[in-house]
């Protein structure tokens, strides 16, 4: 069993409440648009960090963390980029790759907008954690956190703070 703490778009940020939000989580992910390598560093080096740059990220970031990172997480294959789109309107590449790799699990950042749903047609969940840092339209900064327990994907919780 896995406790994953999820973020995106922290663009340079830490919030302090992250801390303290995945202080039980095992490992924690980020979508993209770290900002720089040393936010990266410091996530990494409160938890193991998976992550994947965005279109912000620097040359830094993008020699150290890929575009795309398919892997399994106990019995789930997990898809997470940045910019993918959500069910019905994939990025064409996207698409191709999910129909390829057949995750059980699809992460994307980039819209700054909190979206859990449920894939029927590929039969996937797509996280898109929303906006962890302070750049953007958005009104509220959303971490998720979740288990993933063998094949199942449980416990998903939203933690919000206002900017």
């Given at each position: 069993?896995?406790?994953?703490?999820?973020?995106?778009?922290?663009?340079?940020?830490?919030?302090?409440?992250?801390?303290?939000?995945?202080?039980?989580?095992?490992?924690?992910?980020?979508?993209?648009?770290?900002?720089?390598?040393?936010?990266?560093?410091?996530?990494?080096?409160?938890?193991?960090?998976?992550?994947?740059?965005?279109?912000?990220?620097?040359?830094?970031?993008?020699?150290?963390?890929?575009?795309?990172?398919?892997?399994?997480?106990?019995?789930?294959?997990?898809?997470?980029?940045?910019?993918?789109?959500?069910?019905?309107?994939?990025?064409?590449?996207?698409?191709?790759?999910?129909?390829?790799?057949?995750?059980?699990?699809?992460?994307?950042?980039?819209?700054h907008i909190l979206k859990v749903i449920y894939d029927n047609k590929y039969q996937l969940l797509h996280i898109n954690p929303?906006?962890?840092?302070?750049?953007?339209?958005?009104?509220?900064?959303?971490?998720?956190?979740?288990?993933?327990?063998?094949?199942?994907?449980?416990?998903?919780?939203i933690v919000e703070f206002q900017r």
């Open positions: 069993m896995k406790r994953i703490g999820l973020i995106s778009d922290t663009h340079t940020f830490i919030h302090p409440g992250l801390f303290n939000s995945f202080k039980e989580c095992d490992e924690i992910w980020h979508a993209g648009d770290i900002g720089n390598i040393e936010t990266a560093d410091n996530l990494a080096a409160f938890k193991p960090l998976r992550a994947v740059y965005g279109n912000i990220d620097s040359h830094q970031v993008r020699v150290v963390y890929p575009e795309f990172q398919i892997f399994r997480c106990e019995g789930v294959k997990v898809l997470m980029t940045h910019i993918g789109g959500y069910p019905g309107r994939y990025q064409p590449l996207i698409r191709n790759l999910i129909v390829k790799e057949k995750p059980g699990l699809f992460i994307s950042g980039h819209s929303g906006a962890a840092g302070k750049s953007g339209l958005h009104q509220v900064i959303t971490f998720v956190r979740f288990t993933i327990d063998g094949k199942q994907i449980k416990d998903l919780e």
